[in-house]
């Protein structure tokens, strides 16, 4: 029997993609709710952001949620293949460590990501699209982590 969740991803992502700044936004949001420290990592320019809401309706910042968003939809879109964005997703790795990212924050986001879902998707949320999203982000996170070691 073949496994659903590729279907119950692309499903669910569809929903969410229709609109993705604002559900990104409220990823987002919700992330530096959960972790108020990632706030200064965001600087354009040397400008620090005073308030998750001030860096939220940044231009730059809205820049990079359109950015994770596209990255979250090629690995929907490669769901049955994720092998073929390995290199990307370790030079993103890579990227996020050079700003200071820990990868111990990677979890806060996915627990962001899950919440934004639910928050967009309601009851259409079941337990079986939450697995399959945990899933598939463990994956990406796996390989953005290769380019934390510089291997």
């Keep these: 029997m073949e496994r659903p969740e590729p279907e119950l991803i692309r ?26 420290d990632l706030l200064p990592l965001f600087k354009y320019e040397g400008r620090q952001f005073s308030s998750p809401e001030d860096c939220l309706s940044s231009p730059e910042f ?47 986001v996915g627990e962001s990501l899950l919440y934004m879902l639910e928050r967009c998707l309601g009851p259409a949320f079941t337990a079986a699209t939450r697995a399959a999203w945990s899933q598939l982000y463990g994956a990406v996170v796996q390989a953005m982590s290769r380019g934390w070691d510089g291997e």
Excluded: C
């Design 11 to 36: 499903q669910s992502w569809r929903a969410v993609n229709r609109s993705p700044l604002e559900h990104g936004t409220v990823l987002f949001a919700r992330l530096f709710s959960l972790e108020p």
């Design 62 to 108: 809205l820049d990079h949620i359109r950015k994770v968003m596209l990255v979250i939809d090629a690995a929907v879109t490669n769901v049955e293949d994720l092998s073929s964005l390995e290199e990307y997703l370790a030079g993103l790795g890579k990227k996020h460590q050079a700003v200071g990212v820990k990868l111990s924050s990677f979890s806060t």
